[in-house]
C-alpha cells in the first residue's frame, strides 16, 4: 500500500544529498495532489508540481510575492533563507521592473550576440588546458570544466581579471550553497558564511565600482555606476545588490546544468552519439538538459491574500513553493517525460522560471550550454564515470559537487591549422 500522502518528503537538503530529486514523490503529487499542503518541515508550505499551476501563480506577481522569502529552506536548517542584500529576485511590482530594467538591456539575444564568440572562445580554451595538462586521463569534470565555464563568462561581463576567479568561485559555493557543511566556513553556521562571504564580496565590488565611476570601461559594474532610478543614481547598497545577484544567479546554476547534462549523457550514450553526429541538434539537446537537470529545484511565493487554486483554498500570508524539475515532468505538458531526447519538440520546460521573474541570464546561460556542449561533442573522443557523483546538500539548486570522470580527448583539428 502507498504511504500516506503526508509522509513525503518533498524539501529535505539531506535527501536531495543522498538520492537527488524526489521525482517519485513528485509523481504522485502530481497525480493525487496536485496543490499540497506539506507540513514535515516548519514553516508549512503549498507544493505547487504542476506545470499549469506553476504558471498561474507566476505570473501573478502582485497576488503572489517574491518578498521575504524567494526560496524555501526548512528551519531545521538553521538558515533564516534569506539573503544579506534585497536583490532583484526579491523584489515585487512595481518597484521590481524598475530594477530589473536597468541590466535587462544586456542580456537580450541582440545585446549578447556580440559576446558569442567570447563564449565560445572560453569553453575551447577551457578544455585546451585540460588536453594540454593531460589528453587522456581522469578528472573531476566539475572543477575541471563546468564550474570554471560560467564564472569565466560571468567575470568577462563584469570586467574582472582571471586571477580572480578563484574568489568568485568560492563566494559563490558560501552564498549560494552554504547549506552545505563542505562550503561553509570553519565552525561558522551557514547563515553566518553566507553573510561572511557577501561583505567580502561587497567590499571587493565596492573598490571595484569606485574605480569604475573614475574610468568607466564596457561592462556591467561601470553600467551600474552609471544607472538611475527615478533621475537618481543607483545607491552603493543597491548596486553591490546587483553584482550580488549577478554573481550568484548564473554560477551553481549553469555549473550544474552543464555537469547534469554530462551526467544525462553518460546515461544515455545513444543520445550522446546522436549529438556528436548532428550538432545542428544542440539548441534542442540544450534545452532537454535544462527540462531534465532543471537546476533551480523551487522558488517560493507568498499569497498576498486569500485566494483558491484548483478548489484549494489558501491564506494570505501562507506560503507557496514551486517545484521546477516536476513541472518539468509534468505528463500533461511533455510526452513520455520520463525519456531524455535530444530532439524533443516543442519543449516549454520552466527550468527558467516564468512570468515576472523570468530568468534575466536565460539567454546568456543558453549560449554557454550550447558553447559547452558543442565542444565537449567535438572533443570528447571517449568519457566514462570513474567515481559516483557526489550530490550538494541543498533543497534550493540541485547540484553535483564532483563528477569523476575517464576521458579521452581529441586534438583540436581547427587550432592546429
Ligand atoms: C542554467 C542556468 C540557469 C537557470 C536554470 C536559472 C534559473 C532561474 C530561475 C528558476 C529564476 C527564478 C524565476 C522565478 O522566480 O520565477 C532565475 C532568476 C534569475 N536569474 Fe537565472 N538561471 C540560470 C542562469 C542565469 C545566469 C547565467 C544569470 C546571469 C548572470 C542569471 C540571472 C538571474 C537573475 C538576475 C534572476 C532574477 C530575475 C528577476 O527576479 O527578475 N541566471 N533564474
Given at each position: 500500500m502507498a504511504a500516506p500522502l503526508a509522509d513525503l518528503e518533498l524539501i529535505d537538503p539531506g535527501e536531495f544529498a543522498r538520492h537527488g530529486y524526489p521525482h517519485a514523490a513528485w509523481r504522485r503529487l502530481r497525480r493525487e495532489a496536485p496543490v499540497f499542503r506539506s507540513e514535515r518541515h516548519e514553516p508549512p508550505f503549498w507544493a505547487l508540481v504542476r506545470h499549469a499551476e506553476i504558471v498561474a501563480v507566476s505570473r501573478q506577481p502582485q497576488r503572489f510575492l517574491?518578498?521575504?522569502?524567494?526560496q524555501y529552506i526548512p528551519a531545521s536548517e538553521g538558515e533564516s533563507g534569506e539573503f544579506v542584500a534585497r536583490t532583484i529576485i526579491s523584489m515585487d511590482p512595481p518597484g521590481h521592473r524598475r530594477y530589473r530594467e536597468i541590466a535587462s538591456p544586456q542580456f537580450t539575444p541582440r545585446a549578447l550576440r556580440a559576446l558569442e564568440a567570447e563564449v565560445d572562445r572560453i569553453a575551447g580554451d577551457l578544455l585546451e588546458e585540460l588536453a594540454q595538462e593531460s589528453p587522456s586521463g581522469e578528472c573531476d569534470f566539475v572543477a575541471a570544466f563546468a564550474a570554471p565555464l560560467p564564472i569565466a563568462v560571468i567575470a568577462r561581463l563584469l570586467g574582472l581579471?582571471?586571477?580572480?576567479w578563484p574568489r568568485l568561485y568560492a563566494w559563490t559555493n558560501r552564498i549560494?550553497?552554504?547549506?552545505?557543511p563542505q562550503y561553509?566556513?570553519?565552525?561558522?553556521t551557514a547563515d553566518e558564511s553566507r553573510q561572511r562571504a557577501t561583505h567580502e564580496l561587497f567590499a571587493y565590488f565596492a573598490e571595484l565600482a569606485a574605480r569604475r565611476r573614475a574610468a568607466p570601461e564596457d561592462d556591467l559594474v561601470s553600467l551600474l555606476g552609471r544607472a538611475r532610478i527615478g533621475g537618481a543614481p543607483l545607491s552603493q547598497e543597491a548596486l553591490l545588490a546587483y553584482c550580488l545577484i549577478l554573481v550568484a544567479a548564473g554560477n551553481e546554476t549553469t555549473r550544474n546544468a552543464i555537469s547534469g547534462g554530462l551526467q544525462a549523457f553518460l546515461e544515455h550514450p545513444d543520445q550522446w552519439r546522436r549529438v556528436q553526429r548532428e550538432p545542428a541538434l544542440l539548441p534542442r539537446a540544450v534545452e532537454e538538459i535544462l527540462r531534465w537537470t532543471s537546476p533551480v529545484v523551487q522558488m517560493s511565493r507568498t499569497a498576498a491574500e486569500d485566494v483558491e487554486i484548483e478548489g484549494v483554498r489558501i491564506r494570505a500570508g501562507e506560503l507557496l513553493v514551486l517545484f521546477y524539475p516536476s513541472a518539468n515532468r509534468d505528463e500533461a505538458v511533455f510526452a513520455e517525460p520520463e525519456r531524455f531526447r535530444v530532439?524533443?519538440?516543442?519543449n516549454r520546460h520552466l527550468a527558467f522560471g516564468v512570468?515576472?521573474?523570468?530568468?534575466?541570464g536565460a539567454h546568456l546561460a543558453r549560449m554557454e550550454l550550447v558553447a559547452a556542449f558543442r565542444h565537449l561533442a567535438r572533443r570528447l573522443e571517449h568519457v566514462e564515470l570513474a567515481g559516483e557523483p557526489v550530490r550538494l546538500h541543498s533543497s534550493q539548486v540541485g547540484g553535483i559537487k564532483q563528477l569523476p570522470v575517464r576521458y579521452a580527448l581529441r586534438a583540436d583539428a581547427r587550432r592546429a591549422s
Open positions: 517574491s518578498a521575504p522569502r524567494f581579471p582571471r586571477e580572480d549560494v550553497s552554504a547549506s552545505d561553509r566556513d570553519p565552525g561558522a530532439d524533443r519538440h516543442p512570468g515576472e521573474h523570468f530568468c534575466l
